[in-house]
């Protein structure tokens, strides 16, 4: 069964630095998404991105967060000047439009220090 | 706000009990997804209903929606000790995001 994956699995990186977070969303989808889990929190949306731009983002997905989807295949998110709030699991996750059921990859802990 | 919530925070129940999930939210929706986490894991799929729907199953899962009182509800029928997760709704609304609800941890007991 095609699945969503992402790497990788954890990262721990300094403050001020800049973290890349790969996905490989589900062949056929058209549609991705990050998003966030702070530990003990809700799910968070950060961005959607559609037909090679962002379609939608959140007041969390500020300047210092990119997407890009640099082939066919792959779908990432930067951070380019890490906090130490941005320490949490990033969710990447697809859809292939109608009927809309997104799905999640496995997640990156991102670890700050 | 549309993010939803739901009750209980946690459940515990014996394996072989029914288990059901509460989830409220704020505005008309596109559709409704619940999704199982198990811990420090990742979001599995469970089942999606549509804001046109009403009830649909997907083996021991049952999801019901109520529009009208703009709320929804999983249902796990003879739970076993695998179901221990947490569970999260997630609203689709007028754009392509979800919006999580705040998730029910079920403590399933051998």
């Known amino acids: 069964e095609p699945e969503v994956t992402q790497t990788p699995s954890h990262q721990v990186t300094q403050m001020g630095q800049e973290v890349i977070l790969r996905c490989v969303p589900i062949?056929?989808?058209?549609?991705f998404y990050w998003y966030r889990q702070i530990l003990g929190q809700k799910v968070e949306f950060l961005v959607s991105f559609y037909n090679n731009e962002i379609s939608e983002k959140s007041e969390i997905f500020d300047d210092q967060f990119s997407v890009e989807r640099p082939d066919g295949s792959n779908f990432t998110l930067k951070i380019r000047s890490t906090k130490l709030e941005d320490s949490a699991m990033y969710f990447c996750?697809?859809?292939?439009?109608?009927?809309?059921?997104?799905?999640f990859g496995p997640g990156t802990r991102l670890t700050v220090t | 706000s549309q993010q939803g919530e739901e009750d209980p925070q946690a459940l515990s129940i014996q394996e072989g009990e029914n288990a059901t999930m509460n989830c409220s939210y704020k505005t008309s929706i596109n559709n409704l997804q619940w999704y199982r986490q198990n811990s420090g894991r990742g979001l599995v799929h469970l089942i999606l209903?549509?804001?046109?729907?009403r009830e649909k199953h997907s083996g021991r899962l049952r999801v019901t929606l109520d529009t009208s009182k703009k709320s929804s509800s999983l249902l796990i029928t003879a739970s076993r000790a695998a179901d221990t997760a947490s569970y999260f709704c997630?609203?689709?609304?007028?754009?392509?995001?979800?919006?999580f609800g705040t998730g029910t941890r079920l403590q399933v007991f051998p």
């Open positions: 997630a609203a689709r609304y007028n754009t392509d995001k979800l919006i």
């Open positions: 209903i549509r804001s046109n729907e």
């Open positions: 996750a697809s859809d292939s439009g109608h009927p809309y059921e997104q799905y």
């Open positions: 062949s056929n989808h058209l549609y």
